[in-house]
């Protein structure tokens, strides 16, 4: 990554203070991870609450300039030599902050300090690396379009993305008949982290939500349909939510800004398992998958999720690995995958929606239709008969007619 643009930015945050950065970084140009930077806060000791009006807190804590430098040093150190390079490039970042500006030692000066109040500096630290690593990625993609020219359509494209653990792979069938059967340019992306598309150290709807918005800037799409399952149900709400202009329909299979369902809960479990998996490099494809089922099946009983799951094993230079970022999807699952961000609490999304669940799930329940309203206001809700949380599996033609009937009204 070039350095000039986290210059840039530490040179922008350096010059306002904590309690105004929000105001300063709520743009959509600027890395989402800020927009709630603030509010992430974590419960202290009493005695550390005590302390929390003295010098210490109101000159290192609360000023973004502190901040940034400690997110500069772990930046340069992690992008030398690692985490050991970062933390000694950090505490000479705060030797040469103190003579500066005349404040003793200011990152890493332990006399007085305890264990929560280095956490907290350090936590700080992280989150503002996690800043100048938090830009859009360019999504690979597969693309459907018919060769018939009185066939194309020119109304606008649809984008789909798939949901956790998944891939473009999961909606070539859909993506085929939807371009057969409206002529419109059917796109189904890949998102960070999974698939053919880049891995990253962050995942949350707000970046997933800006590499769609990217993708449309790359492609030169100005308004599109966006179809998005469970994860990627979240991501287009929340692109939705960020920049409704690019919008021409919104279309949420299975997924609610509200809740989830229960069942998300052994998610981490068999991710843990995953990422502990290492399979023999002499194995077959076949053989690989096999050996990797039965380590599976102990957390996961149903068949059909473990061959879902499956079909993210690759065979790369003579060995196995996940197609997807398992540690990076492991370590945001909570709660950056489990809920939804509420970007802001007067914005709504008041485009065509229309909310595609499976009547046999509980991702969406009809009791919260009033609550997704408030943000979707102009949303209708449909509901496949005899289909789970996959409906697209489950009942592909009925889902099939549904978004083309939603698409040519």
Same mark, same amino acid.
């Given at each position: 990554m070039n350095l000039l643009p986290?210059?840039?930015?530490?040179?922008?945050?350096?010059?306002?203070?904590?309690?105004?950065?929000?105001?300063?970084?709520?743009?959509?140009?600027?890395?989402?991870?800020? $927009?709630?930077?603030?509010?992430?806060q974590k419960p202290h000791s009493p005695a550390y609450e005590q302390r929390q009006h003295s010098v210490l807190r109101p000159r290192i804590f609360d000023e973004v300039s502190s901040a940034g430098i400690f997110g500069i040093g772990i930046y340069l150190g992690e992008l030398v030599a690692g985490t050991l390079l970062a933390l000694l490039v950090l505490y000479l970042a705060g030797v040469v902050y103190g003579l500066f500006t005349g404040k003793k030692n200011l990152a890493f000066s332990l006399k007085g300090r305890s264990v929560e109040d280095i956490q907290y500096a350090f936590n700080v630290a992280q989150q503002v690396y996690q800043a100048i690593e938090d830009v859009p990625i360019s999504m690979a993609y597969s693309s459907f379009q018919t060769t018939l020219p009185d066939k194309i359509s020119n109304k606008p494209p649809v984008v789909i993305m798939?949901?956790? /653990?998944?891939?473009?792979?999961?909606? @070539?069938?859909?993506? @085929?008949?939807l371009n057969e059967k409206t002529g419109r340019l059917i796109y189904a992306v890949d998102a960070r982290n999974h698939g053919d598309s880049p891995h990253a150290a962050t995942h949350n709807y707000p970046l997933l939500a800006e590499d769609i918005l990217y993708f449309l800037k790359e492609h030169n799409i100005p308004k599109a349909v966006l179809i998005g399952h469970s994860m990627?149900?979240?991501?287009? /709400?929340?692109?939705?939510?960020? !920049? =409704?202009?690019?919008?021409?329909?919104?279309?949420?299979?299975? /997924?609610?800004?509200?809740r989830v369902s229960d069942s998300i809960n052994y998610v981490p479990r068999f991710m843990d398992i995953m990422r502990r998996i290492e399979v023999p490099a002499h194995l077959t494809i076949q053989e690989a998958r096999t050996y990797v089922d039965e380590l599976l099946k102990p957390a996961i009983v149903e068949t059909a999720v473990r061959q879902f799951l499956l079909t993210n094993l690759v065979q790369v230079d003579g060995g196995y690995k996940w197609r997807i970022n398992?540690?990076?999807?492991?370590?945001? #699952?909570?709660?950056?995958?489990?809920?939804?961000?509420?970007?802001? @609490? $007067?914005?709504? &999304? !008041?485009?065509?929606?229309? &909310?595609?669940?499976?009547?046999?799930? *509980? $991702?969406?329940? @009809? *009791?919260?239709? *009033?609550?997704?309203? !408030?943000? #979707?206001?102009?949303?209708? &809700? +449909? $509901?496949? !008969?005899?289909?789970? +949380?996959?409906? +697209?599996? *489950?009942? =592909?033609?009925?889902?099939?007619?549904l978004i083309v009937s939603l698409l040519e009204p």
């Amino acid at each position: 990554m070039n350095l000039l643009p986290s210059l840039l930015l530490l040179c922008a945050v350096t010059s306002s203070s904590w309690a105004n950065a929000p105001q300063h970084l709520t743009q959509r140009s600027q890395p989402p991870q800020l $927009y709630q930077f603030r509010g992430q806060q974590k419960p202290h000791s009493p005695a550390y609450e005590q302390r929390q009006h003295s010098v210490l807190r109101p000159r290192i804590f609360d000023e973004v300039s502190s901040a940034g430098i400690f997110g500069i040093g772990i930046y340069l150190g992690e992008l030398v030599a690692g985490t050991l390079l970062a933390l000694l490039v950090l505490y000479l970042a705060g030797v040469v902050y103190g003579l500066f500006t005349g404040k003793k030692n200011l990152a890493f000066s332990l006399k007085g300090r305890s264990v929560e109040d280095i956490q907290y500096a350090f936590n700080v630290a992280q989150q503002v690396y996690q800043a100048i690593e938090d830009v859009p990625i360019s999504m690979a993609y597969s693309s459907f379009q018919t060769t018939l020219p009185d066939k194309i359509s020119n109304k606008p494209p649809v984008v789909i993305m798939h949901g956790l /653990m998944g891939n473009k792979l999961n909606w @070539k069938s859909i993506g @085929k008949a939807l371009n057969e059967k409206t002529g419109r340019l059917i796109y189904a992306v890949d998102a960070r982290n999974h698939g053919d598309s880049p891995h990253a150290a962050t995942h949350n709807y707000p970046l997933l939500a800006e590499d769609i918005l990217y993708f449309l800037k790359e492609h030169n799409i100005p308004k599109a349909v966006l179809i998005g399952h469970s994860m990627g149900g979240r991501a287009v /709400m929340a692109a939705a939510l960020l !920049e =409704p202009s690019v919008v021409d329909k919104l279309m949420v299979m299975d /997924m609610s800004p509200i809740r989830v369902s229960d069942s998300i809960n052994y998610v981490p479990r068999f991710m843990d398992i995953m990422r502990r998996i290492e399979v023999p490099a002499h194995l077959t494809i076949q053989e690989a998958r096999t050996y990797v089922d039965e380590l599976l099946k102990p957390a996961i009983v149903e068949t059909a999720v473990r061959q879902f799951l499956l079909t993210n094993l690759v065979q790369v230079d003579g060995g196995y690995k996940w197609r997807i970022n398992v540690n990076t999807l492991a370590v945001h #699952f909570h709660p950056y995958i489990t809920t939804f961000p509420i970007l802001d @609490k $007067y914005r709504s &999304f !008041e485009g065509d929606t229309a &909310f595609i669940a499976g009547e046999l799930s *509980d $991702y969406i329940r @009809k *009791d919260d239709e *009033d609550k997704i309203m !408030e943000l #979707f206001p102009q949303a209708t &809700f +449909h $509901y496949i !008969e005899g289909a789970g +949380h996959w409906l +697209h599996v *489950d009942k =592909p033609k009925e889902v099939i007619e549904l978004i083309v009937s939603l698409l040519e009204p």
